[in-house]
Nanobody
Framework: QVRLVESGGGSVQAGGSLRLSCVVS????????MAWFRQAPGKQREGIAI???????SYSDSVKDRFTISEDAAKGTVYLEMNNLKPEDTAMYYC?????????????????WGQGTQVTVSS
């Protein structure tokens, strides 16, 4: 059973930065797709960053060139570096892992989820 625990959320002003962390138990880098999703109140869960082995990650248009997914394999941790944050980035952020190929932005494709961490961006 893969377990994921996110941390690093918080409140920040527009233009600021945050780094989210996702500690992954029993992680098999070459097998799993790793992804970050977010969900704002009243909206559907949105895939924003996906990667397998952190080669050629993909990003949604809403975060491209501002967010970066990365990993520290020694620590079993996946990160989401978020820069130039905007009020519309306010949401609950989730880390997900899936034994899927290819990786996907669809939340239904992922088997394992963290509990989420809240990010609030004020103008």
């Amino acid at each position: 059973q893969v377990r994921l625990v996110e941390s690093g959320g918080g409140s920040v002003q527009a233009g600021g930065s945050l780094r989210l962390s996702c500690v992954v138990s029993e992680y098999k880098w070459s097998r799993f797709c790793m992804a970050w999703f977010r969900q704002a109140p009243g909206k559907q869960r949105e895939g924003i960053a996906i990667s397998r082995n952190f080669r050629a990650p993909s990003y949604s248009d809403s975060v491209k060139d501002r967010f970066t997914i990365s990993e520290d394999a020694a620590k079993g941790t996946v990160y989401l570096e978020m820069n130039n944050l905007k009020p519309e980035d306010t949401a609950m952020y989730y880390c997900a892992a899936g034994d899927i190929n290819p990786c996907s932005f669809r939340p239904t494709a992922y088997n394992f989820w963290g509990q989420g961490t809240q990010v609030t961006v004020s103008s």
